[in-house]
């Protein structure tokens, strides 16, 4: 058959799901296929990066420019309060403190504790930039106040990093081609996140609100996670080559009222991807799945096993760095490293 | 790529429904897509204070992902928001159907941020000031040089009009059934075209890079 257009090339790049079967069977098999729709995705991450740009804004101050603007439009005063925390200005960190507080986390705290999620497995959540900064912030809706064991720190040894987090520390079998010697050991204790939502804030933030459930003023949500240990290989330029991470993985409690209430009510305000709300929804569901929001326009993701556990691999589309998450038993596990996605698995199965 | 991320802000929207189709030159710097309401084409909004009543809600939602893809066209956030305070403001006189908003805002913010690159109604100094936008820290990166930046905008301006939005609306997140509804093309022809404008800015980027 005749090789389909380098406009089919290019849907296969980013939505392959549009191109007929037939054409996705003829560019697999086809080596002049392959080569153009290598092209066109190196073209379209290329232009895709150099066309990137900060667009962090600041949304309150952006309507009291527009509702002050002359021939504009003022309905009613905007508010105009700094409502972001410096913590959780960069959008992805906002956008996973959201993902992450929505999903839930630890150990119970007091007795009103509802668990209503514990991390079993892993499953990612692509976002792109344009979602990252459309994420809310939640310091904008509530409280967030962070506690535990704060900053990560040196140890000396694997006992040692044993002994203060009480994980087992995982033994690589061999190293990748270039590495060598003993990795630095560091760990980190148990955190906890609180959110607090605020009908107060909430409003100020988002204007009209929708109608609030009964008891959601004041509810929380809990997320603990940790703690965690952290072994790290550096090239001889001082850069990270090789990362193996093991951690208790989150998991959330609520209070007050249900975890769905909360969530479901945060997903209703403006400014969440209605895709994306769609997709935390789902993950949440099942109380077991962590989603782990990836930007991707960077990362690719897919699915392995490791020892027989369900695995998410993730390679940024540069290929200069790749990525290996598991859960086993309320315990996650990453190898991370500037190697392909074949080595970071190989070591990850070869954990001891 | 940022293409997959699920922006889908105008899903089962029509935009051509609203109007003449909305596509190369359909605005100036200032204008924004016309309207057909009962069959009456009015070139702009009407002018005087009627304000829409959900302007707020809208901008506060959609605000963000107008103003990225401004930036896109523009490089600067600076004047990526002064692009989407413009079509906000003709938002804000206009009838468009509220489910409708985030597609003909998207669609009017990249026809309004390309006019501006185009007619060099830019900031003064606005190449010096590159340096300062600072951008989302990533490996990608580390490796698109300041310059390959400004390149690549140049040829952005360059570039068919029709091309260089419909590379601008799938690099924001829209589906290639979103961006050939707004700017009146098949789906077919979608990867086509946003292809083919990808080449001539990859081409402009490598051109430079083994001459340098």
């Known amino acids: 058959m005749r090789h389909p257009t380098e406009g089919v090339l290019r849907r296969l790049v980013d939505e392959p799901a549009g191109v007929a079967d037939v054409d996705r069977a003829h560019v697999a098999d086809c080596p002049v296929c392959l080569v153009g729709l290598a092209t066109a995705r190196e073209d379209a991450a290329a232009v895709d990066a150099a066309l990137r740009a900060d667009t962090d804004v600041d949304v309150a101050t952006a309507w009291q420019r527009l509702s002050t603007a002359p021939a504009a439009v003022r309905r009613h005063p905007a508010p105009a309060r700094a409502r972001r925390g410096a913590s959780l200005r960069r959008p992805a960190v906002a956008a996973l403190a959201f993902a992450v507080v929505l999903t839930g986390a630890g150990v119970a705290a007091a007795n009103d504790w509802l668990q209503i999620f514990r991390t079993e497995q892993i499953a990612t959540v692509s976002l792109s930039p344009a ?40 033994e690589v079998g061999t190293l990748p081609r270039g590495l060598s010697g003993e990795p630095t050991y560091q760990a980190i204790g148990e955190v906890s996140a609180t959110f607090t939502f605020s009908a107060d804030r ?88 962590l989603p782990l929001p990836v930007p991707a326009d960077q990362v690719t993701s897919s699915d392995t096993e490791v020892n027989g556990l369900p695995a998410t691999v993730l390679s940024a589309r540069d290929k200069t760095m790749a990525a290996v998450v598991w859960v086993d038993d309320g315990v996650l596990t990453a190898v991370a490293g500037a190697l392909d996605t074949d080595e970071v698995v190989s070591i990850a199965r070869e954990l001891r | 790529m940022s293409h997959r991320g699920p922006v889908r802000c105008f899903t089962d929207v029509d935009l051509v429904r609203q109007g003449r189709p909305i596509a190369a030159g359909a605005f100036s710097s200032a204008a924004v897509p016309a309207e057909r309401r009962d069959g009456v084409v009015a070139s702009s909004p009407p002018p005087g204070p009627a304000v829409r ?84 820290p990533d490996v990608a990166d580390a490796v698109v040089t300041l310059e390959e930046r400004r390149r690549v905008r140049a040829a952005l301006a360059r570039l068919p009009h029709k091309q260089a939005v419909a590379l601008v609306l799938r690099h924001s997140g829209l589906s290639y059934a979103e961006v050939a509804a707004a700017i009146d093309m098949s789906p077919g022809s979608v990867g086509t075209t946003v292809r083919r404008a990808e080449s001539a800015l990859r081409k402009e980027m490598n051109r430079h890079a083994s001459s340098d």
């Open chain 1, 202 to 289: 909430a409003a100020e933030t988002a204007g009209d609100l929708p109608a609030l459930p009964a008891g959601l003023d004041g509810a929380k949500v809990r997320l603990d996670a940790g703690p965690g240990v952290a072994e790290v290989w550096t090239h001889s330029t001082g850069a990270p080559a090789l990362i193996v991470a093991r951690a208790v993985a989150p998991t959330a409690y609520s209070s007050g009222v249900p975890f769905a209430t909360v969530r479901d009510y945060l997903l209703s305000l403006p400014g969440l991807p209605s895709d994306l709300a769609t997709q935390l929804r789902a993950f949440s569901d099942d109380g077991k799945t």
């Open chain 1, 131 to 170: 979602d990252l900064v459309a994420v809310p912030d939640l310091t904008a809706y509530g409280d967030l106040e962070v506690t535990g064991a704060g900053d990560v720190h040196e140890v000396a040894d694997a006992a040692a990093a044993h002994e203060q987090t009480g994980l087992a520390i995982p």
């Open chain 2, 53 to 136: 009543a959900d302007l707020e809600a809208v901008f506060r939602r959609d605000y963000p992902r107008i103003v990225a893809v401004a930036a896109r066209v523009l490089g600067s956030r600076d004047e990526a928001e002064d692009v989407a305070q413009e079509v906000f403001l003709s938002f804000g006189r206009s009838s468009v159907p509220a489910g409708e908003a985030c597609g003909w805002l998207s669609v009017a913010a990249a026809h309004t941020a390309l006019n501006h690159l185009r007619t060099g109604r830019r900031r003064v100094a606005r190449e010096g000031a590159v340096a300062e936008d600072p951008v989302v």
